[in-house]
């Protein structure tokens, strides 16, 4: 029963310790360009929330980091827990932008 006692304490510690080196090293992502993919590694943020990002920016480009609380799923609590984690370098193409670079 010690043992596994002095596990779990052990592991709490590990946890508590390694996370703040964890998300020192997590890059920052681009939100008009990141894929489905690269958007779940942000915290909170899991395949919906990141489908809903993607097709938001589609038709609504980010021209700051805090307009992505325009997104459904996406208040203030994680906007917080997020913003250091996300920036808007580039415009991501407009859909009509894209339908055009495909026709040529």
Known sequence: MKQVLLKMILTGLLCVFALPFGALAMDVVDINTATVE???ELPGIGPAIAAKIVAHRAAH???SVEQIMDVNGIGQAKFD???DSITV???A???EEKAASKKE
Do not use: D, G
Request: hydrophobic content about 40%; proline content about 13%; cysteine-free.
């Open 38 to 40: 690269q958007l779940t």
């Open 61 to 63: 480009p980010f021209t």
């Open 81 to 83: 827990a997020i913003k």
């Open 89 to 91: 370098e580039k415009a």
């Open 93 to 95: 193409p407009k859909a």
